[in-house]
DNA sequence: AAACTCTATGCAAAGGTTTGCATAGAGCAC
DNA sequence: GTGCTCTATGCAAACCTTTGCATAGAGTTT
C-alpha cells in the first residue's frame, strides 16, 4: 500500500481549500456552495478517490467488519451456512472476514485475538470439536463485540444462538429404523464434547430406551474424523462383531457412505441387509447408489439468521439482557438406503 | 466497538508518563530504564492491553490483510484451495479477507472496491463466470496491489499466475476413451467465457480431431450451471438423440454424476453401454456406483502457490517486471464408470 | 563553580478523515 | 461610516500509535 492512492488532502491542496472542505463536499454538506461542492467532486472523480476505510474506522472506532470463525469449509456443511451468511451481510454496509480454525482450540485462540486487535465490530461463530473452554468468547463480549453462536453451541456461554435441534434430528432417525423393523441399530459417532454429535448420539440412545431396545456398548463406535476415510475402519469394525447391526445412524453423511462402501465391499445388501442413514443431506447424497437417507438440516438459513441477528445487534446497539436462541428443526429425508 | 479498550494514553495516564514512553516499553527499546519498561509491561498485562491494528495500519500503510476473491465455496474445489490459501497465509503475519462474488461480475466489481477502500495488501482472485473484462484488477494493480489470479485465467491481464492445463486434463480424457474404443464421444460443456472450462472444451474437441474423429455439433451440449440439478437436461438431451453417444466427458463431477444418475434411470448399463468421465475428483466421487473415473487437480497445492507467490511479493515489494505463471498438471483418475 | 557528557524521557508530527466551533468578509440596516 | 447578521470556509482536535529529535537533569571533568 503505497502512497499513490489520492487523499482528501491531496485534493484540498490542487484546489486550494482546505481538508475539512472537501470532506463536507463529498459529503454533499448544505452549508457549502454549490460551486465549491461540484469542483471537488469533480477532481475527486478525475483522480478515482477512494475513502480510506482505515482512518474512518480509527476514528469511528467501528471497522464495520465481521468475523465469522469456522472450523473448517470444506464440507458443504459450513461453506452454506457461509454462504448464507454472505448473502445477508453482503446486503449490508459490513464486510466480512472468514477465519478458519482447523478444529483447533490453539488456533481459535490465535483467530479472536487477531479480531480483537482488527477492532472488529461482531463475531459470528462454530467452535472447534477441541474447544471446551469459551473465555475467549466472553473476551469478545467484554471488549463490546457481541458474539453469536452457530451450529455448534457453547454451553455455558450466555450469547444468541442459532442451533439445530440434533438430538431430535437423531430421535427422528433411530424412530423411523426401529418403526421399519431394524432390530440392531449402531451409530458411528463423533466427538463427545461436541455438543452437535454429542446430542446426536443421546438422541440415539433415547430412541432406543423409548422403544425397549438395548443399548449394546459395541454398536456404538467412536469415529475420530468428519471425512469419508474416517467411517472406513469404524464401520469395518461394526461389521465384523458377532452380533452385527441391520441398520447404522451415522453422525454425517460422509461416515454414512463410508459405511455404505464397506457394506457393499461385503456383500450386504442396502436396505435389505443393512440400512444406513446419515445427517447433513449433502447435495450429491441423493446420487449414490442407494440414494442415502439422511436427516436434512436448513444450513443456509442458519446463515441467515445468525447473520441477521448479529446486524440487528450492531445496528441497536443496545446491550439488550436476554440473548436469542434459535433452535431449527431438521426433517428426515428418506431415499432408499434404508427399509 | 466501544472506547472500554485499553490504550496506550491510558497505560501512561495511569504512570504518569508519556505515550511514547509506553510504546516503547513494549517494544523493549534499549533506551529505556528497565523500571519503566517492568512497570509499563505489568499493567500491560494486568489491564490485557491489546494494540489497535487500524491504528498501526493507518500509520504504517499497510493493512496486513490480504484478500481472496472466489466465486464461490460450497464446491470442494474453490473450498480446498482456500484451505491451502489458509494454511500458508496463517503462519505469515496477514489475515484473510474471503471475498464471494456469486459468479457475478457485477458483486467482483462491489468487492474489489471494498478491498480497495480497505487498504488491502495483496489479492489472490479466481474471477466469476460472467468476468470478461479484468480492469478492475488492473486497478488494484495501478494502486500498488499485487494480484495473483489461480484457476481460472484473465487472459490479457499482466500478472502472476496459478493455473491448471485444463486442456492437457481433457485431452487424456478423451484420448483416453477413445482409446478405450469409445466411438460417439460427448461433451457436457461449462461456460465458453471462462478459461477452465473453455480450455476443456479445446482439449475435448483436439483430441477428437487428432484421432480422426467426427466432431458432432450436436454431442457438444451446454450446461447453464456447476451443480448436479444443472446437468439433468442436458444429459437427457443427449441420450434422447438419435445417435446418442457411448461416452460422456462432463466439465466436472458434479455434472458427470447427473449424467450418471440420467443414464441410470433410463436403464443403460455404465460403463458397457455410456462411459462417463468427470473433472475435479470430489472427496465423495470413489464412493458412486460406479465409482467415478475423472480428472484430478492439485487443488490444496494451486491455494498453497498461490499464497506463496503473493506473500513473496508483500515481503520484497520489488515490483518485478516479470510474473510467474505455474501451469499445474491435472491426473487423470480412472475407475469404474468408464471402460 | 562552570562546562561538558550522557541517560532517560517527552514533544510533536505523522498517517487520513471528520466535525464543533471560529472567523473573515460580504451584504444590509441605521 | 459604523455596526450587525449571515455565509462560506478554515482551524484544530480527535481517533491510536510510532519515532526523530529535543531536552531536563544527573554525573563527571576541569
Redesign the interface.
Known sequence: ?????VTITDIARELNISPSTVSRALKDHPALKRETKDAVKALAEKWDY??????L??LN???NTIGVIVP?????FF??I??GI?DVV?KSDY??????S?ESYE?ELILV??L??????GVLVSPSSETDDFDHFR?LQK???PVVVFDRDCPGLEADKVLVDDYSGAFQAVEYLIDRGCKNIAHLGGPLNLSTTGHRLNGYLDALRKNNMPIRREHIVHVPGF??KDGIKPAKKLFQLDNPPDAIFAMND?IA??A??VA?KMGLKIPEEISILGFDD???SS???PTLSTVWQPVYSIGMLSARILLSHLKNKDNQLKFRKEIFKPELVIRNSSK
Do not use: V, W, Y
Not at 50 to 55: H, I, S, V, Y
Not at 72 to 76: A, N, R, V
Not at 95 to 100: A, D, Q, R, S, V
Open positions: 500500500m503505497k502512497k499513490n492512492r477512494q475513502p480510506n476505510l482505515l482512518a474506522s480509527l472506532r467501528k471497522s473448517e469449509i470444506t464440507s458443504h461453506s452454506a457461509i454462504t454472505q453482503g464486510n466480512i472476514m472468514i477465519c478458519l482447523n488456533e485475538k487477531k480483537l486487535n482488527m477492532q472488529i465490530d473476551k471488549n463490546g463485540i471425512s469419508h460422509n457412505i463410508s455404505m462402501h457393499k449433502e447435495p450429491h446420487f449414490f447408489t
